[in-house]
């Protein structure tokens, strides 16, 4: 009994991964919601306001991918079933650093855009974020395009992942998908 328990606890994310593995998914969900939301509305007060919110969320969502980073780096995760094929590993972890990497990548081309387009960051209406690179409109349109492509195929990639995890759980019948989930009292 004590060897299972030793064993199911080894296959558990730490409740700080798991904790920010939720928060980051709500954030970038919300975030895309809002991107989708505020594209088309026409300039208002309202617009610079959801704008300065979606900025701000951005951000949060870069300063706690580099702390789940920072975690995952000094925490393994559990590893992958041994059921897994080597295939359906990599696959797996290709998938996750693509997460990663556009975790990354999409702030920091929201922050690239709103540079070139001319609209410093202000967190929370407090921290003055310096521009990356000075105005240019041309660029600015290009980054905003690269921006919102790379936020595209991010959502794509979490639906693939949220398919893969929901595929292990009601077709593998393995513990990929609880072991991210908090965990709950008997």
């Known amino acids: 009994m004590k060897h299972s328990q030793q064993l199911n606890f080894n296959n558990r994310y730490t409740l700080i991964a798991i904790g920010l593995h939720w928060l980051m998914a709500l954030l970038i969900i919300s975030l895309f919601a809002v991107g989708l939301y505020m594209h088309d509305l026409p300039l208002s007060p309202w617009k610079l306001k959801i704008f300065s919110w ?47 990497l556009l975790m990354i990548a999409i702030p920091l081309t929201g922050w690239l855009m709103s540079s070139a387009k001319g609209f410093q960051t202000v967190y929370f209406g407090l921290i003055p974020i310096p521009d990356l690179l000075a105005k240019n409109k041309e660029l600015g349109s ?27 759980h009601f077709i593998d019948k393995d513990d990929v998908l609880t072991r991210i989930l908090p965990k709950r009292k008997h």
């Not at 920072?70 to 559990?78: E, K, L």
């Not at 921006?147 to 398919?163: D, K, Q, R």
């Open 54 to 100: 979606h900025k701000w969320a951005g951000v949060t969502a870069f300063l706690l991918v580099m702390i789940r980073l920072g975690w995952r780096f000094t925490h393994r995760p559990p590893p992958l079933p041994i059921s897994m094929s080597k295939s359906v590993k990599l696959a797996a972890h290709i998938g996750h650093g693509l997460l990663y």
């Open 142 to 168: 290009l980054l905003r395009d690269v921006h919102e492509t790379l936020n595209f195929v991010l959502i794509a990639i979490v639906i693939g992942h949220a398919g893969a995890a929901f595929k292990h």
